[in-house]
């Protein structure tokens, strides 16, 4: 496999009253071509900041990011535009994110009239229609509105959009966690069925453990701003090896009422501001191992063994 995407030393800080968010600080990793790489953290960590940055929707403050070896800050007017025909998003609200004035059939084909595909009106209505089939939906709801959908059929609207223009690389901003989760199964299908007819390559935004567990082949877990871990699936689930990694799964509900949760009652205190971020490691006031080190230093991603990358002076 080869690097789809990259992503290089990214910061994001958002100008604040009394000082600076820093959103993101200093995020690097690549997307692999034809993978599912995973995103999870708690809200506000800045996952949904990230996949905006990635798609160019919002500039970096620093940083670069090279999607099929192209430099996006580099790009503007149509070269931009042609390169993000192959950079698709999925957005986290299916109703909010779908303008209720406008038909489902005029929604999805708002893409291909953007970039012109199709040479008339009726080839891309034609393209529209078969698209919905693609997600699902039935071909003559196409004059229908989004009020008159469900809304895992509102998602899959969003998704019918998103494969409009036959992109390589599709961000999921937490896709499913507005719909139930009988509708979460179906959607999280449709997107693993699809991947393997497209040969689609997604990254996938959530705070549900499970779910990404479900789509994901290598994950990165985030903490105000920073990468924690970066691991592949089954690894990073069997044995974390950073502590806010094995928090985060030990806070997992289990089908146990006799199952002590430990990781609740050694997590104490309050997330950090990310106007004011602690010196160090950024997670050491909620750390029970935190040091001095920790408290003055902060750690680097390290590999600790092939595809296990962690930022922790004192790693499981």
Not at 122 to 131: C, F, G, S, T
Not at 204 to 229: A, K, P, T, W
Request: hydrophobic fraction near 40%.
């Amino acid at each position: 496999m080869s690097a789809l995407l990259r992503a290089e030393h990214l910061v994001k800080e958002f100008p604040a009253k009394g000082g600076v968010v820093h959103a993101v600080s200093d995020v690097s990793f690549a997307i692999e071509a034809g993978e599912t790489l995973g995103l999870v953290g708690e809200s506000g960590c800045g996952k949904s900041t990230l996949g905006k940055l990635l798609l160019d929707l919002i500039p970096p403050t620093s940083g670069k990011v090279w999607f099929k070896d192209q430099d996006l800050s580099l790009l503007r007017g149509e070269p931009l535009r042609a390169l993000r025909r192959g950079m698709q998003m999925i957005f986290q609200d299916p109703y909010a994110s779908l303008d209720p004035r406008m038909s489902v059939g005029r929604i999805i084909m708002e893409p291909l009239n953007a970039h012109r595909v199709g040479a008339s009106r009726r080839e891309r209505a034609d393209m529209v229609r078969a698209l919905m089939e693609r997600v699902g939906l039935r071909p003559e709801f196409y004059n229908r509105y989004p009020h008159q959908f469900s809304g895992g059929q509102r998602q899959r609207i969003g998704i019918a959009r998103a494969l409009a223009l036959n992109p390589e690389l599709i961000i999921c901003d937490e896709p499913v966690s507005a719909l139930d989760v009988s509708i979460q199964a179906q959607i999280l299908n449709l997107l693993s069925d699809l991947q393997a007819q497209s040969h689609l390559t997604y990254l996938f935004i959530s705070h549900d453990l499970n779910v990404v567990r479900y789509l994901s082949d290598r994950v990165i877990v985030m903490f105000l701003g920073q990468i924690c871990e970066l691991s592949g699936t089954e690894a990073l689930y069997a044995a974390p090896r950073h502590p806010y990694t094995r928090f985060l799964l030990d806070a997992v509900p289990q089908p146990d009422p006799n199952r002590r949760d430990e990781a609740r009652a050694m997590l104490t205190g309050e997330v950090s501001s990310p106007v004011n971020p602690p010196a160090g490691c950024r997670f050491h006031p909620r750390c029970p191992y935190a040091d001095d080190r920790c408290r003055r230093e902060p750690p680097q991603l390290t590999e600790l063994e092939p595809g296990r990358l962690c930022a922790c002076h004192h790693p499981l």
